[in-house]
């Protein structure tokens, strides 16, 4: 079992900026991917961003050249650095682990992210 940790959510203005961090522990397998998802009221959840244990990243289009994601391998801890913040990227943010060799998913409960003036 995997267990997933997530802090860093609140309400910020247009513009700003939050950092999200998602502390894993448990049976934490390499290689391993982790990433971050988010699901807006009414919309399907989509991914963000994700990193694999080799430090390969992925992002969706629209958080390109805004957000950065990465990690501390030694820490199991992905973080979500979220800048130039827009009204559209309010949603609920998740934190995602997925065990490559098990093909095991994992999911942390979930963090707001309100981008409001």
């Known amino acids: 079992q995997v267990q997933l940790v997530e802090s860093g959510g609140g309400l910020v203005q247009p513009g700003g900026s939050l950092r999200l961090s998602c502390a894993a522990s448990g049976s934490i397998f390499s290689p391993n991917r982790m990433g971050w998802y988010r699901q807006a009221p009414g919309k399907e959840r989509e991914l963000v961003a994700s990193?694999?244990?080799?430090?390969?990243?992925n992002y969706e289009d629209s958080v390109k050249d805004r957000f950065t994601i990465s990690r501390d391998n030694a820490k199991n801890t992905v973080y979500l650095q979220m800048n130039s913040l827009k009204p559209e990227d309010t949603a609920v943010y998740y934190c995602n682990t997925y065990i490559i060799l098990t093909k095991r998913n994992y999911w942390g409960q979930g963090t707001q992210v309100t981008v409001s003036s």
């Open positions: 990193i694999t244990s080799g430090l390969r990243t």
